[in-house]
Nanobody
Framework: QLQACGGGLVQAGDSLRLSCAAS????????MGWYRQAPGKQRELVAT???????DVSDSVKGRFTISRDNAKNTVYLQIDRLKPEDTAVYYC?????????WGQGTQVTVSS
């Protein structure tokens, strides 16, 4: 249902754009989110974007992370700028409506110092 990609091994200060393509859902009516889970830590919310286009980003990454969506492509994006080693994590996308709650498989982001 959700296919995330775009992760990789990068250096501190680089940028990445993660993508999450949805299928089998009415994407334009679906609220989307990005989460991350670092080794040994709990999964945390990074950013959300609702079906009406309103978005929110965690204070911990505000100013560096941007969430967006393209309803024509059924895809949500997470732009990550000025990457830091502490951004190293598996990044997951999530799709929610009143009738479902789906998670993608995750994409690994590793930031070297």
């Amino acid at each position: 249902q959700l296919q995330a990609c775009g992760g990789g091994l990068v250096q501190a200060g680089d940028s990445l754009r993660l993508s999450c393509a949805a299928s089998g859902v009415s994407f334009r009516f679906t609220d989307m989110g990005w989460y991350r889970q670092a080794p040994g830590k709990q999964r945390e919310l990074v950013a959300t974007i609702k079906s009406d286009g309103s978005s929110d980003v965690s204070d911990s990454v505000k100013g560096r992370f941007t969430i967006s969506r393209d309803n024509a492509k059924n895809t949500v994006y997470l732009q990550i700028d000025r990457l830091k080693p502490e951004d190293t994590a598996v990044y997951y996308c999530r799709a929610q409506r009143w009738s479902f709650d789906y998670w993608g498989q995750g994409t690994q982001v590793t930031v070297s110092s």
